[in-house]
């Protein structure tokens, strides 16, 4: 499952396993709750990404504002023993 959206304040969310989730508005949410999810999402929106194990139990779910400097505008990320790691 994907999804992408546009315009401001615009969230888009996925569950499905190695789901993508954009959005490119401002103030918006990306989030892929999924195995093996990602996101991307535009400088002042937020990403929200889970990671699961291999028999898929969840470890963590985290959230980080993408700055566009430690955290980069349209670029997909991962959820990585709980840290968000370029995908």
């Known amino acids: 499952a994907h999804s992408a959206t546009t315009g401001d304040e615009a969230h ?3 569950t499905g396993d190695e789901a993508h ?6 103030n918006a949410i990306a ?12 400088v002042g929106s ?3 990404l889970s990671e699961h194990s291999i ?22 990320y991962i959820l990585e023993e709980g840290e968000f790691v370029e995908a």
Not at 21 to 26: D, E, I, L, M, Q
Not at 31 to 42: D, E, M, R, T, V
């Open 12 to 14: 888009s969310a996925t």
């Open 21 to 26: 989730s954009a959005t490119t508005g401002k």
């Open 31 to 42: 989030a892929s709750l999924g195995y093996k999810g990602k996101a991307k999402a535009s």
């Open 46 to 48: 937020w990403l929200v």
């Open 55 to 76: 028999d898929e139990t969840i470890k963590s779910v985290k959230t980080v504002l993408v700055d566009g400097e430690t955290i980069k505008a349209d670029t997909y």
